[in-house]
């Protein structure tokens, strides 16, 4: 090791961090885009909130949770202690030959905060704002450090006689955030109107410019969600992640194209859009062990997984506006099984040890997504009221309107 | 070379490899924006659809064309196979200094969409979605290749006695999408109502604010597509480049301005907008070979004839929704002539060149589209309907709206 | 220092440079959002051409101006020359260690254009055009520089005993574009309708969706214009800067929220996002000088002012659209002098260098901006007649409308 690499790498962590930071405004621009106008601002406004809340839990928490080093650390569960305290060295390659310790904490800040923005989508449209904020709290300060830790942070999927294989976080990302997604969504019911006794009811996102920005502002930070997730700038590897990364986003949207066109015979560009996303959480498992075609497999798939998802959980009434369960949780199992299925590590043994993880993982966000539900669901409820939901969020819990100078269609 | 420099140069390609992909967020919305309401989806599923065709079509042959290497190459045509096979030593300096066989692919294929986005601007509104795939397949699978190979691959215009001379691609890449354009936008016809017997009906674009989100990130993106065509991260070679296309953008806008406000007597916003895209356009050709000075008088030169080419293909009524042929054709043409008149290689012969550069290009290009279109023209039609075209493609090819909860104008 | 070290710090400061450049989009997005329908196309176009200006204007004088190096240099003024002459040895590290000639020049460059786009959102929608343009040439190309000399061209600021502190520019960035902003929205007057005998009338913005995005676009620039304030690469230095710019983002989103429910009793958005920007405004002057706490104390203090400051520009009816006095004033204010107060640098000496720096630079700032405003109010008037402000200025000055196929409200 010596200083230029340390500084290089240490540029390229940094560089990787707000590309992940651009990532929130990619969530809020698709989740905003895809629901009602009358609930954007209570989209949005969430949104904006849960990286702020990210960032400072983190700070707080969610780092000593997630890595608690020497300080305290069983195969389940460590806390090196609260808030930030600089270890000796930690702007040297003694302390990372990859990063100093700022840039380590802030990279991993960024990702915290994409757990409750996943959940955010699923809930729209129906969930009371105070409530939606106290389980993110918790969600991003307590339960997704502690599942990080599992395998980051060297925890018992870590040790594994063939280790769990995780990447960036198919898993320990986004079907943290998917399990939260499906237990909220299950538990609020489903949007008013969606599913009448004729059957279900699409129900349209508002702005499809705004879902595209941000589809590709997700893509775009997703190279540096993958591409840093090397923990170095090293040129083989960083290049490779980008390959997977850029291919497996463009197979999901052919996959999600073919897939749509064949069971709508429509060109429907929410799909093809979720198809890309479906086809990044795919690759993020194991995008640093696969080659250009079977990134290119995984994600096709991902794609088409992700339109046979939406219809499924049309099928039994779960209400997930945005498609974010069928998008980071089944993308993110499918991601997870593939590493065991397809490249370096494909083995029989690995493919155990991935289902070992999405098991205990899936477990254990369920179990403390539907806790904490369901404990706010008894205890003051979660759920706007009908003539609330009706009217809109934005008027009722925000006193504001997304576009009050247009002329509303109906 | 060593190994911390190499890893430098990497990372800047890498990361000049994600601000060209943003581009294509660029182009999606400066489309969308300039187009009307009716036709957004439509138009956002195209350049959705465009880079993931794109990243596909050059793994699987584009990368190939372009590059042929030794396997098999004449000066107009080369082949290296199909598909990507790892070179010995792909990661390391060996096989590039500035970067590795995976950041020379990625970052290539990044460039290799832009041409089928650029045609489709200039399409938009009318062109039926089948065909139009059909053709960005072939465009950015073959033909794009084909010619970049001509040039960056070392064929016959890199092999001319003074070579023909296009640092970033205003001939290569961005000429190539105008000439293209121009072909779809003659064979299709003008919009329904464009052109009447009491003459040109301005159709405004729906979203003035998507247009300039589009604007700003392909300028953002270009300091990308032009700086990482240094191919390295050489500081002093990269920072003039950062600059002149600081400046030519900045040139170009006013050059639009000034333009547009003496012959329209009004501060007229889309022609700034693509003032700045053709300074771009403009300096890409020779953004390493020119001062400060020399970057805004191209700029400028740029701006100003973007703004009499919209006028004049209107008066011979090509139909172009979006001004593409004007910033990309005329801006592309523009620039490279700039290398013979201004900065380090300007001089009579290198006139030539560019001449012989533009021309092959164009005739070329010009075939090639005319071909494609024209065949699928005779063979099942390129054109929707015209009730289709008056109700707008997103209700007709996609079964929905872009902006379902707002009422329309009329 | 050596060629690997110095390649990594242009690069880093190249990178930096297109972040500050993607602000100018950030306040695009911000003002048009948090403006009326009918003025967005005039919002635009003076945040499209703000950059242009600032590039041009900064390569003509500006630079020389701000950096007048040996040629003719006093405490107060100084001068380099006209336009751009490179320097011997301009591409090695014998011209700087961190940076090219021409890197320095377009980094200092994108930060110009920000002084006058600041201004924009407190005079929008009321506004010539013509005059504010003229305003925004003399202000970035003559007002900021001499003021960005006082400190960071070597002048009285820096030569105080203990001399004053602002580290990327909380005074001499942000401040600036306040004091102008101030001048600027006292000398119009309220927009028609603000303030009648009733009260004030809150007059919203027309799209949250893109006020949001422009927010995170600052938020993701600034990591540019604080990261890249450390003219080099140094990874503790960068990072330390990344996590209290995050931090105190973060915490200014929280103070702004905290704040506004105690005092409204609602979820307001436009104070949230404010309130981030107030916290960035506010860690920008002691960014490499703070810790994670004292970042985040800050941050929320920021935040919290923001609410106050709306408040009380209200109350003696200054009207400023978007906020930007509040944001950028208040918060260049409290970031000054928070440096006397916490941080490696609190002392009471601190403290009144801090004073004296926002002393001086308020009192040319206010002097200049009133001076050019006053004067071309009283020889051509600088506000539209009533008639054009109750249309809105984009029919007037633009001949068009941001959303032509829309139906307007009333």
């Known amino acids: 090791m010596n200083q230029e690499i340390f500084t290089i790498n240490n540029l390229w962590m940094m560089v990787a961090t707000i590309l992940v930071f651009i990532m929130h405004l990619g969530f809020a621009s698709l989740e905003a885009g895809l629901t009602r106008a009358k609930n954007t601002v209570n989209i949005l406004f969430k949104n904006t909130i849960i990286p702020a809340i990210g960032l400072l839990t983190y700070a707080f928490i969610g780092f000593n949770l997630m890595y608690p080093g020497e300080v305290f650390s069983g195969g389940f569960f460590g806390l090196a202690g609260l808030g930030i305290s600089l270890p000796e060295g930690w702007d040297t390659y003694a302390y990372n030959e990859g990063y100093t310790f700022y840039t380590d904490f802030i990279f991993q800040a960024m990702f915290a905060a994409t757990a409750a923005t996943i959940v955010s989508g699923a809930v729209a449209e129906r969930i009371k704002l105070g409530p939606f904020i106290f389980f993110s709290i918790l969600y991003v300060g307590v339960c997704y450090p502690i599942v990080g830790m599992w395998k980051w942070g060297g925890g018992f999927l870590?040790?594994?006689?063939?280790?769990?294989?995780?990447?960036?976080?198919?898993?320990?990302v986004h079907s943290v955030g998917g399990w939260g997604a499906l237990v909220g969504a299950c538990l609020l019911g489903p949007r008013l109107g969606k599913y009448t006794e004729k059957g279900m009811n699409a129900i349209p996102g508002h702005n499809i410019p705004l879902a595209v920005i941000g589809v590709f502002l997700l893509w775009f930070g997703w190279f540096g969600f993958n591409g840093g997730s090397v923990l170095s700038a090293d040129p083989g590897t960083v290049s490779l992640v980008f390959v997977t990364t850029a291919i497996a986003g463009a197979a999901g949207a052919f996959g999600a194209l073919v897939a749509s066109y064949l069971k709508f015979k429509s060109?429907?560009?929410?799909?093809?859009?979720?198809?890309?996303?479906?086809?990044?959480?795919?690759?993020?498992?194991?995008?640093?062990?696969?080659?250009?075609?079977?990134?290119?497999?995984?994600?096709?798939?991902?794609?088409t997984l992700v339109v046979f998802a939406v219809v499924f959980f049309d099928r039994i009434k779960v209400d997930d506006p945005v498609g974010a369960i069928s998008v980071h949780l089944v993308g993110g199992i499918w991601g997870t099984l593939a590493v065991g299925l397809f490249g370096n590590l494909a083995s029989f043994q690995q493919v155990i040890s991935q289902l070992i993880g999405i098991g205990s993982v899936g477990a254990f966000c369920f179990a403390f997504s539907w806790i904490i539900f369901f404990s706010m669901k008894k205890m003051m409820g979660i759920r706007v009221d009908e003539k609330e939901e009706l009217e809109g969020l934005d008027i009722n819990e925000h006193s504001m309107r997304a576009y009050p100078d247009f002329a509303s269609k109906d």
């Open 267 to 303: 060109y429907d560009i929410t799909m093809v859009l979720n198809g890309i996303l479906a086809g990044l959480v795919g690759i993020t498992a194991g995008a640093d062990q696969m080659g250009i075609g079977e990134a290119a497999i995984i994600g096709f798939i991902g794609g």
């Open 158 to 172: 870590d040790a594994l006689d063939v280790p769990f294989y995780d990447f960036a976080g198919s898993t320990i």
